[in-house]
């Protein structure tokens, strides 16, 4: 009972500190590219990879975007991880999906992306060809955020309350933020199932 009491405090609290101006921020960006007609590359590794294919799922059918994510097809992404490297192997594929400056990169990391500690040096490859190109880049990251904070054109960093929870808070939280950009009338183009029903 201690440690779900303790969870569940530290959640609140989290809610309470979010920054919601870079939240603002992203929702803004991706109104932008939805008006240039960009399209929404949604990265992550692990549960990061799972969210962005159920945030891409979101972003097709509610808000009317043209969005991917390199993990849906785990036959180019393996061969491209055995073929080339781990390293290359999101950068490549954005490469042949042609990414440029209408388009946007949103990062679902714990880490952000960080080349000296090898941690997730497929984002940081890909966001370092989201700068060449010019393509903007938004990212929900936990702790310092990494690469993904340092280059992001808005990042919401996850407050990190207790290190022994940092995976779980911002993994978890990066699903309600996403929620809440689908979700918001400035993006949602179409209704949502149950809230449809009467």
């Not at 201690?2 to 991706?30: G, H, M, R, S, V």
């Not at 993990?71 to 061969?79: F, I």
């Not at 808005?154 to 933020?177: K, R």
């Amino acid at each position: 009972m201690n440690f779900i009491n303790q969870y569940l405090i530290e959640t609140k609290d989290i809610i309470d500190l979010l920054d919601k101006d870079q939240i603002i921020k992203t929702i803004a960006l991706i109104i932008k590219m939805r008006a240039k007609r960009g399209r929404l590359f949604i990265i992550g590794v692990g549960g990061g990879a799972g969210h962005a294919s159920h945030a891409v799922n979101d972003f097709r059918k509610i808000c009317g975007i043209e969005a991917y994510t390199p993990t849906d097809n785990v036959s180019e992404l393996t061969a491209r991880i055995n073929d080339d490297d781990w390293e290359t192997s999101y950068v490549n594929w954005l490469k042949v999906s042609n990414l440029n400056q209408n388009d946007l990169i949103l990062v679902l990391s714990v880490g952000g992306g960080h080349l000296k500690k090898k941690i997730s040096p497929n984002i940081v490859r890909s966001l370092e060809l989201a700068k060449k190109v010019d393509a903007k880049i938004c990212g929900i990251v936990g702790r310092d955020g990494g690469y993904t904070a340092k280059v992001a054109d808005a990042c919401v960093i996850i407050p990190s309350m207790n290190n022994n929870n940092v995976t779980p808070h911002t993994e978890g939280f990066q699903s309600v933020i996403w929620h809440l950009i689908v979700s918001h009338p400035d993006l949602q183009k179409y209704k949502m199932k149950w809230e449809s029903v009467k």
